[in-house]
């Protein structure tokens, strides 16, 4: 399979890299997922107020839903999704739509795409639990409240896939706030950072997850706006 081609603008100065993995604290790191050698992008970002805010709300507030849209219906088709949520916080709705908007428009621009699948899942089950490389070409995950994902270096991704549960080696969970852009398997050959969602089964915990993907078989029907 061809590799991505996607643009590359993040300064070398701000960035870490290792492993595949490349992360930073100015936004501009995601496009760096373009580059041949990077299979996951970070932004490592402090969001401490709109965590925190959700972090104390009912599990049953919280939002979810999934829309494919083109970009520029993405305001309009989230503003709904929100909007008929039980999320009630005026204040909190808007600063999540605004995340979520920012988010929708950087994935879209470095994948190149005017249509994106949107999801926001409520999770207090385990959801992706085993280690795994994502079947896709490129996909965006950050986690609003709750444990983040976790990632297992490359070097110890045959292990991880195999033992799964067994797994006793080297894993990180990301940082709240991170942003992570992640290359999938459908981007090359073999390629992409093995993760997997964090346990929490039987915990009481409720993750809020929000994704991006390219359209595929998988997406709904398009979205579209209605009177």
Known sequence: MMALSLPLTAA????AHGGGVVRGADPAVLACVGHADTALALWERPMPDLMRCLAALPTSRLPSGRVLVRLDDAPAALTRL?????????????????????????FATIARTDRVDIRLDKLAHNACWKF???HVRLRLLATYRGPQTQ??????????????RAYQGPLEELAPGTVALFKGACAADDCGIVHRSPPIAGTGITRLLFCLNLPSEASPPPW????
């Not at 070398?12 to 960035?15: D, E, F, G, V």
């Not at 909007?83 to 709705?93: H, I, Q």
């Open 82 to 106: 929100l909007g008929e949520s039980p999320l009630g916080d005026a204040p909190l709705t808007q600063a999540l739509l605004t995340d979520m908007l920012d988010l929708t428009q950087r």
């Open 132 to 134: 795994h490389r994502d």
């Open 12 to 15: 070398a100065s701000t960035l």
């Open 224 to 227: 579209e706006e209605t009177p």
């Open 151 to 164: 990632i297992v270096p490359p070097s110890h991704s045959a292990w991880a896939m195999t033992a799964q």
